[in-house]
Structure formats: C-alpha cells, structure tokens
C-alpha cells in the first residue's frame, strides 16, 4: 500500500513537471514568436497627425510614418482609434502596443518607454479674429479650452509649469476642459470660450481648414516634444521601432513624409538623441493614492446630482402637461405632442445637448456664454425626460377603469376633482415601477454632459484616470453610481409600498 502511495506521488510529480515544462516551453515558442502586427492607438480628431479623411480613411503625419514602419518591418498596421483619455488603459491591458498621435513626452517622462522625440511642438493660443484679443493678459477673467489630459492643460496646471502661466491660469475666469478640438472649435465660435490652448501644428491645420475666422497668437505658451510612447518596459517593441525610424532619416523617407505633411519645419528626429526612459516616480501607498482620488472626485458629486434633482424638478411636472397636449382632443396640438415624442426618443440625448448649446448660435446667430453651459445642460436633460414621463403618465391614465370615470360623474364630480381625487392617485400607482427605471436611468445619464463640456464626476473621474494613468477612479465612480442608484431604488420601493392601500 506504502509503494502504492510512493508510485502515485511520483506520478503526479512527474506530470506536474510535464506540465511546467510545457508551459514553459509554450510560454518560450510564444515569446520567440515573429510579430505581425502593430496596433497603433491614436486620437482620430487630432489633425495633422490623425483623423479620417473625406474618403472614410484614417490618415495622418504620424499615421504614414507608422505605415512605413510596418512595410520594412513587415507587419500589418492596425490603426485603432482610441477615447484619448483611455489611452493609458487600452496599452497597459494590451489593446493597442503604442500611442503614436502626437503624444508629448514632457511631463510624461516615467509613465511611459519612450522613442526618441521626432517633433518639436509649442503651445499657441488661438482665438477669433474679431475678438480684439492680442496677447495672453488680454485673457483676464476669460474662458479658456484645452483638451483633457493634453500637454495645455499641464503647461497651466502641471507641477512643471512655468510660474508665468500658472498666473495666466489664475487670471483665467476658467480652464474649461474639452474632450477634443472640434468641440473647442464649436466652442470658440459660439462665444462658450474665449480662446483655444493646443498645438501648433493642430492649430495650423484647423485655423488653414477653417478659414479667416481665427487667428493664432504671437507668443507661444511651452514648448515640447513629441515621441512614440510604448508600454513601461517594452524595449524590444521600442527598439525595433525606433531603429527604423532612423533608417528612414537616414535615406531621406522621414524627412519626405515631414514634408507632404507640411510639417518639415517641426520635425526633430536625430541618431544622436538619447532615448527617453524618465525615472521613478515616488511611490504613494493604496490608502493615500484613494483618499486623493476620492477628495478629487467629490468636486463632481455635487454637480451630477445637481443634475438629477433639477432634471426631476422640471421634468416631471412638464411630463404630464405633454401627456395631456398628447391624449388632448384637439389634433394639431395632439400632432405636434406626438412629433416632439417621437423626434426627441428617436434622436440621442448627446446630440439633443448639442443642438440646445449650440443651436442658439448656428442657427440663430445668438452668442452664448460659459454659464450657459449649465443651464443647457439642464435644459437638454428636461426636454429629453419630459417626453419619456409624458408616455408614462399616458399609460398610467389610460389603464385607470372607465367604470372610475363613469362612478365619479355620478358623484358630481368637476373633470379637475375627477382627475385629482381619482385619476391621478390611482395613476401615480401604475407607472411607479416605470418612473423608477427612468429615475434609475437618468442617474447614469448625467454622464452625458460631457459632450458639451460640462464636468460632472464621471468626466472628473475619466480626467483623474487619464492623469493618474490608473483605472482606480472609474471604479470610485462606478461605486458611486451604484450607492446612489441603490438609494434611489429603496426610496422609490418605499413610497411603491405606501401606495398598496389601493389593493
């Protein structure tokens, strides 16, 4: 029996070994295996250096040098767009292999393994030629847009920037983040903003593309420089990346590429650069790094549930007023009840925010203000709810019995003391379960506010990940949305309970 044993544990040895081994061995023939692909991450409305084209294509400065790239190497190169505030997330869990879309190194220097840089670029300021707007101390008390997590944002904020322009961003009435430069552009014509912090070589191109309408500032605020970032401590993707690069100085194709794209005067590529690794950054424990993101996060709390509770406010009591132009007898007003209906749950609530803060100005030619930004947030909220509960209370009012309208005739009851003593309780019961999911729905859609530039705590949150280069904070607001929702569905199972005494 003993011997039994013996030969069994040295069985199971011998195949756990067999195992390891061929893991091993598997891992190894993985590790040797040729690469076929290069997965490059970019910004897709980030002109010259990424974007579609008027054929559909993705194009771009830094989009031909990685094709070229990958035909000497060659590989297949993927051209993934990516929400650029996710960028750190998509690389680190391996859905792209780099970021290559004018990706500025500075400030970055140890979240990252670098090529060297290949761009020399400045920050400009761009602003309507009209607006009498000359210099940076004319943006006193003004509205300013940089993009989320861009090399403006840190040239005004970062622990690096110069003491000049961190008073430039105190004089700023704001620092309006914006999630990409169309929307900044939108923005600035409007009268939202003042002006537009971003790079010279995306505002060349936009101010070219767009016409007389904007101008660019004299005096830069920083410079930079761009380089391909790649996974911390991928140095052999890195390597092979970056002696082509120099392949392609040495015979003249870079310099070529720089020049279809019009960027020769910009371009910094050299053999001789040291490629940049950066240090370590100083190490903070879980508990303190949470606290931070925590304390950062609550200045956002307070402006989704502003959001809510106003939304609620106005909405509700509009609701019914189209439920009853809805379910009205007279048809044009019934018609035009049902048109808004239709046109506002047929149509995305992002694009609904968008046509309210922008439409005053495109189509009316009206100006707007920053503080706007609020109030159409508000008022794009309401209009879209307003039509989801006018349905509601018109399912609720006709599921009453008709015997309940006949029986409250008899009694001599006015239609206003028919609807309020009978019809409306016995209504506010049949649709609170439906009430409840729009409740619950409309607590995750004060995200949305962030197509308009408004920064609520998921905004907050994506802006603290994409600078913390962690996914902690979305998981902070998930906790949130979650507490708050479970909230709301025990008050509103509360008052569902205290409405049974009509059973």
Aim: hydrophobic share 45%; aromatic share 12%.
């Amino acid at each position: 029996m003993k011997q039994k044993r013996v030969i069994s544990l040295f069985l199971a040895a011998a195949v756990g070994f067999g195992v390891i081994a061929g893991a091993l061995t598997s891992c190894k023939d993985k590790k040797e295996e040729k690469r076929t692909k290069l997965i490059v991450g970019f910004d897709a409305e980030f002109p010259p250096y990424g974007y579609k084209n008027e054929e559909g294509e993705y194009v771009g400065f830094d989009l031909s040098l990685a094709e070229e790239v990958c035909k000497r190497n060659g590989w297949e190169l993927v051209k993934q767009p990516i929400d650029w505030d996710s960028k750190d997330m998509e690389l680190k869990t391996g859905s792209i292999d780099c970021i290559w879309n004018g990706f500025t190194v500075t400030g970055r220097e140890s979240s990252y393994t670098w090529s060297t840089p290949y761009v020399d670029n400045s920050q400009v300021t761009v602003v309507l030629a009209d607006s009498g707007i000359e210099s940076l101390d004319d943006l006193a008390d003004k509205v300013v847009a940089v993009q989320a997590d861009s090399a403006a944002l840190a040239a005004f904020e970062s622990e690096d920037a110069t003491e000049e322009n961190k008073a430039y961003a105190a004089s700023f009435k704001e620092l309006q983040q914006v999630p990409n430069y169309n929307t900044a552009f939108l923005n600035l014509e409007s009268g939202a903003v003042n002006a537009i912090c971003m790079d010279y070589g995306v505002a060349k191109y936009e101010i070219e593309a767009r016409g007389s309408k904007f101008v660019m500032l004299e005096k830069p605020v920083s410079t930079e420089q761009y380089a391909v970032g790649f996974l911390k401590g991928n140095y052999e993707l890195r390597d092979e990346v970056q002696k082509t690069l120099i392949e392609m100085l040495d015979d003249g194709t870079f310099a070529q590429i720089a020049k279809d794209w019009e960027l020769s005067d910009s371009v910094c590529l050299s053999a001789d650069d040291t490629v940049l690794d950066g240090s370590t950054k100083k190490t903070e424990s879980f508990s303190d790094k949470m606290l931070r993101i925590c304390k950062q996060l609550l200045k956002g709390v307070g402006a989704s549930l502003l959001i809510f509770a106003l939304t609620l406010i106005f909405s509700l009591p509009l609701g019914l007023l189209i439920a009853f132009g809805r379910m009205s007898r007279f048809k044009p007003l019934s018609l035009l009840m049902k048109l808004y209906i239709s046109i506002v749950r047929g149509t995305p609530l992002m694009l609904q925010l968008l046509v309210v803060f922008f439409g005053p100005h495109f189509i009316f030619g009206v100006s707007t203000s920053s503080e706007y930004r609020f109030y159409a947030v508000v008022i794009g909220f309401t209009l879209n709810y307003a039509a989801y509960f006018a349905e509601i209370y018109r399912s609720g009012i006709q599921a009453v019995p008709v015997g309940q309208y006949e029986a409250a005739d008899i009694l001599g009851y006015t239609r206003q003391q028919r609807f309020v003593r009978i019809v409306f309780p016995q209504m506010i019961k049949n649709i609170i379960p439906s009430i409840t999911n729009e409740v619950i729905t409309l607590v995750k859609d004060t995200s949305l506010a962030f197509a308009i530039s408004y920064t609520e705590m998921f905004t907050l949150a994506k802006q603290v990940a994409a600078a913390e280069a962690t996914i902690i904070p979305l998981f902070v607001a998930g906790v949130f949305y979650y507490v708050f929702n479970f909230i709301v569905a025990f008050v509103m199972s509360a008052i569902e309970k205290k409405l049974e005494y009509f059973r």
